[in-house]
């Protein structure tokens, strides 16, 4: 039998009515409640991180999520994690980065409507959850209406719908349904590896959304109050070297050892500044670009290469090196 470990953060799941709207509310202990009659395959126990919108998730709060994780990784066959849907892609892509070698699954879920409301998709996931926890897996997933998504390449589309996630620029590592699980190819079993937590984490980022008439000036207050700016230009990634100009800012931006990746606003199919004179004009050999992963990949990955190196020439390889499946196009 396997022994899974709950981890709670708050969210949508844990959430009751309060004065001003949903606030979580829910314990471990309920939320496990859920869970009783699955353990014929597994024992599962819980702990209590934090009891948080998930709009308040900070990279600080990542951090406790990893080393909770790591603390209690050889007394655990896997680790379900409850979190709002909100940021749960921006964590599930952290822990990606922050859990080097796992060999466990490590499994985030939530849901849209709270556990205890009548049309909840709770019950659902957690159960979805717990069960491919079981899994003799590594890595980290969201698993969500019956969907299992690599954790780099989630991104919630969806306000209310209990399809809430897709899978960017990669296929669904797995369905879930009636307790079974079809995988979309065959998985080698995971080999034992040393886990190694790394989690120094430089949050100094800034994540930047062209529009057509962005100001230029804006980049002078970026370079004396971040070390990365991650940038969603436009299509492919070109940015505007006409009228409001930003070529030369940033330009500027990498001369002051500012770590600059260039990303698009588009959520599928990534970025190539190759192809087109407005993204070439920013492909200097210390511009990192993004391929094909998403936003929420990329801003904890900066973080968390910035937190090992300032040296632009690393950050870049660092950034442009595949990890967890993130980067797929060349």
Request: proline share 4%.
């Amino acid at each position: 039998m396997k022994k899974i470990l709950l981890l709670t953060t708050g969210g949508t799941i844990a959430s009751v009515s309060g004065a001003n709207g949903l606030i979580p509310g829910i314990t471990d202990a309920e939320i496990v409640s859920y869970l009783l009659e699955q353990n014929f395959r597994y024992k599962i126990e819980s702990k209590a991180l934090m009891e948080i919108d998930s709009t308040n998730m900070q990279p600080e709060c990542w951090v406790r999520i990893a080393e909770a994780v790591y603390e209690n990784y050889g007394d655990y066959d896997g680790f379900v994690i409850t979190h709002g849907t909100d940021t749960m892609g921006y964590t599930a892509a952290a822990l990606s980065y922050m859990l080097q070698n796992i060999a466990k699954p490590v499994v985030m879920t939530g849901s849209q409507v709270p556990i205890h409301y009548q049309n909840t998709d709770a019950g659902k996931n957690i159960v979805d959850a717990a069960r491919f926890a079981c899994e003799d897996i590594g890595g980290v997933f969201i698993v969500f209406d019956g969907k299992v998504i690599n954790g780099t390449r989630a991104v919630k589309v969806r306000t209310r719908s209990y399809h809430a996630f897709e899978s960017i620029n990669h296929p669904y590592a797995a369905f879930i349904e009636g307790g079974e699980i079809r995988y979309n190819k065959p998985v080698s079993r995971v080999r034992s590896t040393e886990l190694k937590l790394e989690v120094s984490l430089c949050p100094d980022v800034f994540l930047l959304k062209l529009h057509p008439g962005t100001k230029p000036e804006l980049f002078d207050f970026l370079k004396y109050h971040y070390k990365g700016v991650i940038i969603e230009g436009f299509g492919l990634g070109g940015v505007p070297n006409q009228g409001r100009s930003l070529v030369l800012k940033i330009n500027e931006l990498l001369q002051s050892g500012v770590a600059v990746v260039m990303t698009t606003q588009c959520l599928e199919e990534g970025e190539d500044r190759t192809l087109y004179e407005v993204g070439r004009i920013t492909a200097g050999e210390l511009m990192i670009s993004s391929k094909d992963m998403n936003t929420e990949a990329i801003v904890p990955k900066l973080m968390w290469a910035l937190g090992k190196t300032n040296d632009l020439r690393e950050v870049k390889r660092m950034m442009e090196t595949p990890i967890a499946d993130d980067i797929t196009i060349n």
